[in-house]
């Protein structure tokens, strides 16, 4: 489907990679692993085209449609929801909203001037298709303008557009972010039952495992390819780390030993001699150890936490009707380590802001130990200058930075380089940076403030795998409070003991367990209740079979009214009847204007909810006696 041979890009001074080659497969999914700043949306980019490599050739199978949802998505000005997903580049899409256009519009002539065109593309399941989608990913209202939604709110309309072209080969690059839970699971299902290719970029590790059927591993020099599940390339990368340790050991050896036997030799003449020369020189590239990729030495000032730390009493707020609280209470104690969840707009971030004193309770109020030191990890990310260089943003916190272990002081430079900055990335201005680096270099501001509160919002987006699990052990080890808010279920797993879930208006369940608890335990309570109605369903029936029995036996008969009302019933129910399939021929003729056909509809679902009711009276009376 799709092959790349020896393609190399570079910035500047700034390599991210060098003849590297691989290939995606057809109905191959694809997880892409690697360092944040190595490169990985640049390849996506390539792979679309918004960009070319310096060096080699991308091959691709002639018909193919590649579709690619980039991070951060554009619509069309003052378009509506439906209309944003309308790809202006796929011919059903367009033709299709243009469709919808003109039916917004009323505009008859223009409808029926497309009705053809629709026929011959088969194109009327196109907008259906499009409201289910939608509806699943949480978006009902289609008319609402795209630019009046929230962050979490368009990127649910930017899936709905890629999925619904239908391509052969998709490209994500971090769809989960701004997602609720509910949403990314979703997401999950549908893409792992899809039969189209798949090129994913993403932190989220429970999603890699349960979407992706393979794996590539972006390095500057090669792409390691491994046709597996998540949690088995983790462990072929670690044996093939391994291996290259000990190959580069092996080679060191023979390599001092030949750098012995060069030392002693004469200027080589013979054959022999040329050909083991020749191996030596070829031998110098392989001496050096495998580079393994390092996570950052995540530190923080040193951490001081009063027995006092902070109670919410009776808090209450609402934005006119929306209540977001409603008398919460509670008390944190030292070390609690909670998840806060719940879906996109329902105030996860709202109580963030209350409980850093940002926003006033209507009621009730927030009791602040003295000892307190809040550190906000904000999900938009540091508000930093563009032009500012790494170093001046750490600089203008501080210059020396003390550790908790034995009192240590270390420079702004030094604790930039834990964080992985190298000295000459260290003088990179900010709107150089990569999404991955800028979410870095915004924690290390976080943390060197010396936090004994840490409230996370989102604090996984644009992070590696890497950052991640080292952002985790620090996390787990860390001797103060923490509040996240996450949609990345792995991570919140391994670090919460209990879930705050907001259930909306105003109602915050405290779960005592972690999200796949949390999950597990809604499932079960799904069971019971779908197990409840199906008893009072079958409870109903025997009762009114029970009833039916007991007429029987009683042998009541239609009084005179009911009687009237049989021989009337009878004659309503053939006319609605009659009435019904013609209505049916009618719509089913092809010939309809989309106007006419939408009335017609609608009399059809009227007459036969008529039909249902009064067929319904019919049994009900000819089970008593004449």
């Not at 915050?508 to 608890?517: A, L």
């Amino acid at each position: 489907m799709l092959q790349v041979d020896q393609i190399s890009k570079a910035y500047g001074d700034r390599l991210l990679f060098s003849n590297i080659s691989f290939s995606i497969e057809e109905g191959e999914k694809v997880g892409l692993i690697a360092a944040n700043g190595t490169g990985k949306t640049t390849l996506m980019r390539i792979l679309v085209g918004d960009e070319t490599p310096d060096t080699g050739f991308i091959t691709k199978r002639r018909d193919i449609k590649i579709v690619y949802l980039p991070q951060k998505t554009q619509f069309p000005e003052g378009s509506s929801i439906l209309e944003a997903c309308f790809n202006p580049l796929d011919k059903v899409a367009s033709l299709v909203g243009e469709w919808h256009k003109a039916s917004m519009r009323g505009d008859t002539l223009a409808i029926e001037h497309l009705l053809p065109q629709m026929d011959a593309l088969q194109a009327w399941d196109y907008e259906r298709q499009a409201e289910e989608i939608l509806h699943r990913l949480s978006i009902p209202d289609l008319s609402r303008a795209v630019d009046s939604l929230s962050g979490g709110e368009q990127k649910r309309v930017a899936l709905a557009g890629v999925l619904l072209t239908s391509p052969d080969l998709l490209i994500l690059d971090e769809p989960t972010n701004h997602l609720d839970l509910e949403v990314i699971e979703w997401l999950e299902k549908y893409l792992s039952r899809s039969k189209l290719s798949l090129l994913l970029i993403t932190h989220d590790r429970y999603f890699l495992d349960r979407v992706c059927s393979s794996f590539m591993e972006l390095t500057p020099t090669k792409v390691y390819s491994y046709k597996c599940g998540f949690e088995r390339y983790l462990e072929l990368r670690v044996e093939r780390l391994e291996t290259e340790r000990e190959a580069a050991q092996k080679a060191s050896n023979l390599y001092r030993r030949e750098l012995e036997w060069m030392r002693r030799q004469p200027q080589a003449r013979g054959g022999k001699q040329k050909a083991r020369k020749d191996a030596f020189y070829e031998l110098q590239q392989l001496i050096t150890p495998p580079k393994e990729e390092q996570g950052p030495q995540l530190a923080g000032g040193k951490v001081h936490l009063g027995n006092k730390i902070f109670s919410a009493q009776g808090v209450s707020l609402s934005f006119g009707e929306k209540a977001i609280l409603k008398g919460f209470e509670y008390t944190f104690a030292r070390y609690d380590k909670l998840g806060i969840v719940g879906p996109n707009g329902v105030g996860k971030t709202t109580f963030l802001k209350l409980l850093l004193g940002e926003l006033i309770p209507d009621k009730g109020f927030f009791d602040v130990g003295e000892t307190v030191r809040f550190g906000y990890f904000s999900q938009r990310g540091g508000n930093f200058l563009p032009d500012k260089r790494v170093i001046e943003v750490m600089t203008d916190i501080a210059d020396n930075i003390s550790l908790p272990e034995g009192e240590k002081t270390i420079s702004a430079s030094q604790m930039l380089t834990r964080f992985l900055f190298t000295p000459e990335r260290q003088y990179t201005p900010i709107e150089k940076l990569s999404g991955g680096e800028l979410r870095r270099l915004y924690l290390c501001t976080v943390l060197v403030q010396s936090p004994n509160f840490l409230i996370l919002d989102e604090p996984t987006n644009d992070l590696d795998l890497i950052t991640l699990g080292v952002l985790e052990e620090y996390l787990r080890e860390f001797k103060g409070c923490l509040i996240i808010v996450s949609h990345d279920r792995y991570f919140m797993d391994a670090l919460v003991d209990h879930l705050f879930v907001f259930e909306g208006d105003g109602i915050v369940r405290d779960f005592p367990g972690n999200y796949s608890q949390y999950r597990e335990w809604k499932e079960q309570i799904k069971t019971l209740e779908a197990t409840k109605l199906e008893q009072e369903k079958e409870k109903k029936t025997s009762s009114s079979s029970q009833e039916k029995e007991q007429r029987k036996e009683r042998k009541v008969k239609r009084s005179y009214k009911e009687e009237k009302e049989f021989e009337r019933l009878e004659f309503e129910v053939a006319e609605l009847e009659e009435k019904i399939a013609e209505l049916s021929q009618t719509m089913s003729s092809g010939m309809l204007a989309s106007d006419r056909l939408l009335i017609l509809s609608r009399e059809y679902e009227t007459l036969s909810a008529l039909l249902e009711e009064k067929s319904m009276r019919w049994l009900e009376l000819s089970e008593l006696g004449s």
